[in-house]
């Protein structure tokens, strides 16, 4: 499976931003998907992640209420809708994809990576 990631961009806090990430491969709707962020000089962390089906979501605490995960089997895309963005939220986010159906929150648990898009949220 590979992943790429796209629509990271530069938005002043307060606005709002759509990640997409288009999966290739005939299976991307037996997997379970996430994303993650990193910070500079920062770990990377668990942002949200959604089940092979979309019918179960699960989102970091500092994320929650103001991100929504959500995928299109057919497309083969995994999208994050980021709204009420803070500066604190810039970072490099990743999607990962797992070969378990269920939700997965560790990157462990993830067998596969896209490259990364950067967000840069300006206060």
């Known amino acids: 499976v590979q992943l790429q990631a796209s629509g990271g961009g530069l938005v002043q806090a307060g606005g709002f931003l759509r990640l997409s990430c288009a999966a290739s491969g005939r299976t991307f709707s037996s997997y379970a998907m996430g994303w993650f962020r990193q910070a500079p000089g920062k770990e990377r962390e668990f942002v949200a992640a959604?089940?092979?089906?979309?019918?179960?979501?699960y989102y970091a605490a500092s994320v929650k209420g103001r991100f929504t995960i959500s995928r299109d089997n057919a497309k083969n895309t995994v999208y994050l809708q980021m709204n009420s963005l803070k500066p604190e939220d810039t970072a490099v986010y990743y999607c990962a994809a797992s070969i378990v159906a269920g939700l997965r929150f560790d990157s462990y648990e993830y067998d596969y990576w896209g490259q990364g898009t950067l967000v840069t949220v300006s206060s």
């Open positions: 959604i089940n092979w089906s979309g019918g179960s979501t």
